[in-house]
């Protein structure tokens, strides 16, 4: 019952900038970590981008500096603002999350839909 959502993607010119947002609903009782990763084609999955429910944060070296990722537990929603946007950040960009069903010891691994993200030079 547990769903993520992305929204947010686009098409984009080189140093543009966009915001993504996936909102988790359905049965939840806390989340844990949240993330982005994004998968070009011919590549693998990669992360992008972690946050935890304390807010500690962690990004792949190549967005460092132009994205940022952030949280609204009351809304059950994770950012991913990114700016200087480059052709090769040109990817499917999913949202992930560790969902606590009805307690601490019951964690699902949920995965959203994905939303393109396409940078133009």
């Known amino acids: 019952q547990v769903q993520l959502v992305e929204s947010g993607g686009g098409l984009v010119q080189a140093g543009g900038s966009l915001r993504l947002s996936c909102v988790a609903s359905g049965r939840i009782f806390s989340i844990g970590t949240m993330g982005w990763y994004r998968q070009a084609p011919g590549t693998q999955r990669d992360l992008v981008a972690s946050i935890t429910s304390g807010g500690s944060t962690n990004y792949a070296d190549s967005v460092k500096g132009r994205f940022t990722i952030s949280r609204d537990n009351a809304k059950k929603t994770v950012y991913l603002q990114m700016n200087s946007l480059k052709p090769e950040d040109t990817a499917i960009y999913y949202c992930?999350?560790?969902?606590?069903?009805?307690?601490?010891?019951?964690?699902?691994?949920?995965w959203g839909q994905g939303t393109q993200v396409t940078v133009s030079s």
């Open positions: 992930n999350a560790d969902v606590f069903i009805s307690s601490f010891r019951d964690m699902t691994d949920r």
